[in-house]
Each structure stands twice: as structure tokens, then as C-alpha cells.
Nanobody, 124 residues
Framework: QVQLVESGGGLVQAGGSLRLSCAAS????????MGWFRQAPGKEREFVAG????????YYADSVKGRFTISRDNNKSTVYLQMNSLKPEDTAVYYC?????????????????WGQGTQVTVSS
């Protein structure tokens, strides 16, 4: 079992930055690929960014490439999402997730554990 707790959300103006954190507890964090997803009001949840176990290879949705950076600190059992140049369309609840059986995946069904989410609101 893995417990995930996100933090760092908030209200920011367009063009601003936020850094989300996701602290994990439970089983060996370093053996999980980690992902960030988001869900805007009235929309389906979508993949944002992921980072693999082992070599920590990052990968991104096209909509955030060049603006968002995912990273992980296995010593702290934490994954981060640095979000720069934020746009109003980035407004959503952001979820952290852990995948124990996949290396690089953007599919929700491959992620075994989920956090409760943190709200990010970008004003225009």
C-alpha cells in the first residue's frame, strides 16, 4: 500500500509559477513510476507528466511540454511538479499517482495509488 499526499496548490496569476509536491509513504517509493494528472471542472481527468522508476526519465503531455518539469527525490519519497508560465486553462485539481507495474505510462488504469488532489487556479 502507498499513501500519497499532494500539497502546493493555490491561486496564481497567468504567467506565474507554482510547485506541487507529493509525499509518499508505505512501500518502496523508488520502485514506482510516478505521475501527475489533472481534472478541470466538467472535463475528464488527463495525464500531465510522469517520471519513471530507476533512471527517472521524465515525460510530458504536449500541452505542458516546455512549461512544466517533473522531478523526484527518492530519499524524501517525494515527487514534484514545477509549473511555470501558467495559463488559465491549467486550472484544475491536480492528482499525484503511483504505478507499480509500468515504466512509462500515461494511462490512468496503470496507476495503482492516488492522492486526494490539490486545487490549482490560474486567474487571467
Amino acid at each position: 500500500q502507498v499513501q500519497l499526499v499532494e500539497s502546493g496548490g493555490g491561486l496564481v496569476q497567468a504567467g506565474g509559477s507554482l510547485r506541487l509536491s507529493c509525499a509518499a509513504s508505505g512501500r518502496t517509493f523508488s520502485s514506482y513510476s510516478m505521475g501527475w494528472f489533472r481534472q478541470a471542472p466538467g472535463k475528464e481527468r488527463e495525464f500531465v507528466a510522469g517520471i519513471t522508476w530507476g533512471i527517472s526519465l521524465p515525460y510530458y503531455a504536449d500541452s505542458v511540454k516546455g512549461r512544466f518539469t517533473i522531478s523526484r527525490d527518492n530519499n524524501k519519497s517525494t515527487v514534484y511538479l514545477q509549473m511555470n508560465s501558467l495559463k488559465p486553462e491549467d486550472t484544475a485539481v491536480y492528482y499525484c499517482a503511483a504505478a507499480g507495474r509500468a515504466f512509462t505510462t500515461a494511462r490512468e488504469r496503470d496507476f495503482d495509488y492516488w492522492g486526494q488532489g490539490t486545487q490549482v487556479t490560474v486567474s487571467s
